[in-house]
């Protein structure tokens, strides 16, 4: 019997099983035995005394005179009166006999019931006494086995977390595996759900596992991916940059450099290249001028540097130069050297000293850029916007030209007109935005399948992007995506068009010319340009 079953069980049987209600009944019980002995001598007393008086009587009645008489009648009166009197005790003594003993005969039933429970209970506390030892063994064992659990649960948790770190150490190294084999490194960012988006009640649909996965809830079920790096929407404009900022010293050391953005119009593009308009939160490319900047001001001592910039739109499929004249715009000509990086013909180049002024000429450029306000985006780019910086080294021992190229690309978003709500004007803008992206599609397509025929010349994007994609670039890509659960179809269309690209390959090598091809490469530009050739060039 459980210990709660007792509890009931003494609780039901009430004072009867109460150790100190017995003691008080018995105590009771010898008190009315005694007094029925007490009263049954008054009794008996009585009895005798009242034989006594009858004995009198009699003898006085046989004994009677005339002097006497009247004496023995008031004495026989007297004794008449006794007799009555002690009768009447008598009787009450006999009563209250009766309802003693009524009342012994009921105490003795409730002692007789109180020794029954009594006996009831010991056997109960007798099996109480086993129960309470098998549960004190069964504690025990209960003790054992839950240290025995908490142990397993933390050998458990262990080896959960040695997996996950194993799972992400070979993700690192197959992707730096990956990268050695110059394959496109991709990034994917979300950004955070809009003001507008939590008013509409719209919901998160992503999630990142580790760093390289992403999660995205859809329709027709969860869909996994996989990256070089996730950015969830807490991660600061820093920490994207941290991994990108080797490829800024691949840039100084001679290297053509590609970093691009790419994703559905208001997904956070711009924001991840640029930044915000107050350069609070600066993106990608102020953060790269500072980089290239302070890696030259540590290698000044080893080489001299020269830094240059030119800064391009491709508007409604017109190639527009940002630093050049509005009025008369100078025929752009898109064109490859002899190693294979992206030149472009006629555009304006401006020369930087230090991060401060490059990020002036960088803003001149910007103010000329095209945008609009859409549902979608309160500043959407209506352009792709690809912004160049050439970094050009000398070894002061060897005298060794080294060029490298930063290209930073922010590409337009592509959009749906049902949903941008985008004028007449803004829907050709966005009819050529997509075009350019399918073009750009194109490309991807052919270089992840392998294929023979690239067609870079279907749009002047992609002959912009042609070293950078299967070329001899460096090339990062950021997939920017929407958490929204409205946006899930584009969401999934970039992040599936993000994943062809982790598949090209690209071939990268320095940009490199002996002092000699240096020297003779400075006379031919000065010939061209019909200065004259000093003693010491020859």
Not at 267 to 277: A, L, P
Not at 412 to 437: F, V, Y
Not at 462 to 478: C, E, I, R
Not at 504 to 514: F, G, L, M, Q, Y
Request: hydrophobic letters at 30%; glycine letters at 6%; aromatic letters at 6%.
């Amino acid at each position: 019997m459980t210990q709660p079953h007792f509890q009931k069980k003494l609780h039901r049987k009430d004072s009867k099983t109460d150790p100190k209600a017995l003691l008080k009944l018995e105590k009771s019980n010898e008190m009315l035995k005694e007094k029925v002995e007490g009263l049954k001598k008054s009794a008996q007393g009585d009895a005798d005394r009242i034989k006594e008086l009858e004995q009198k009587v009699k003898e006085a009645k046989s004994k009677g005179d005339d002097k006497n008489s009247k004496k023995q009648e008031k004495t026989m009166k007297d004794l008449q009166k006794k007799y009555e009197s002690e009768q009447k005790k008598t009787s009450k003594y006999k009563e209250e006999l009766e309802k003693e003993k009524a009342e012994t005969e009921r105490l003795t039933k409730e002692l007789d019931s109180a020794d029954s429970d009594r006996s009831h209970l010991k056997d109960e506390i007798n099996k109480l006494g086993v129960a309470a030892q098998e549960g004190i063994e069964a504690a025990e064992k209960v003790k054992e086995l839950s240290k025995s659990n908490k142990h397993l649960t933390e050998e458990n948790k262990n080896l959960a977390e040695n997996f996950n770190s194993e799972r992400i150490l070979r993700k690192k190294y197959y992707n730096m595996v990956e990268d050695m084999k110059g394959k496109i490194r991709v990034y994917c960012r979300a950004r955070p759900l809009s003001r507008s988006e939590l008013e509409r009640g719209n919901h998160n649909i992503i999630a990142s596992p580790d760093e390289y996965s992403l999660i995205v809830q859809t329709a027709r079920g969860a869909k996994d991916f996989q990256y070089d790096a996730v950015f969830t929407p807490d991660m600061s404009q820093e920490k994207v940059f941290e991994d990108t900022n080797a490829l800024i010293q691949s840039a100084v050391d001679g290297y053509n450099v590609c970093i691009f953005a790419y994703g559905q119009t208001g997904s956070g593009k711009t924001f991840t290249m640029i930044g915000d308009k107050e350069q609070k939160f600066p993106g990608v490319a102020p953060r790269a001028f500072d980089a290239i900047y302070q890696l030259i001001d540590e290698n000044k001592s080893k080489f001299s540097f020269k830094t240059y910039m030119y800064m391009l739109e491709l508007y409604r499929d017109n190639l527009i130069d940002l630093f050049g004249d509005t009025k008369h715009p100078a025929k752009l000509d898109i064109k490859k050297d002899k190693k294979g990086m992206v030149q472009v013909g006629g555009s304006v180049v401006k020369e930087a000293r230090d991060s401060k002024e490059l990020m002036s000429i960088f803003e001149s450029g910007s103010a000329n850029r095209h945008v609009a306000s859409t549902k979608m985006n309160s500043e959407s780019s209506r352009s792709h916007l690809v912004l160049s910086i050439v970094i050009e080294s000398t070894n002061l021992t060897s005298g060794a030209v080294v060029r490298g190229k930063l290209s930073l690309v922010d590409l337009a978003g592509s959009e749906r007109a049902n949903k941008t709500g985008a004028t007449a004007e803004q829907l050709k803008e966005a009819q050529s935005i997509n075009k350019s992206l399918s073009a750009l599609g194109d490309v991807i397509s052919a270089l992840s399948s392998e294929q023979s025929f690239i067609p870079y010349r279907n749009n002047k994007l992609t002959l912009l992007m042609q070293d950078s994609l299967g070329g001899n670039a460096k090339t990062l890509m950021f997939v920017n995506i929407s958490p929204a659960d409205y946006n899930a179809d584009e969401t999934v269309t970039s992040l599936t068009y993000a994943s062809r690209v982790k598949l090209i390959t690209n071939d990268a090598s320095k940009n490199s010319d002996n002092k000699e091809i240096a020297r003779l490469k400075g006379i031919i530009s000065k010939l061209k340009k019909g200065e004259s050739v000093d003693d010491d060039d020859d």
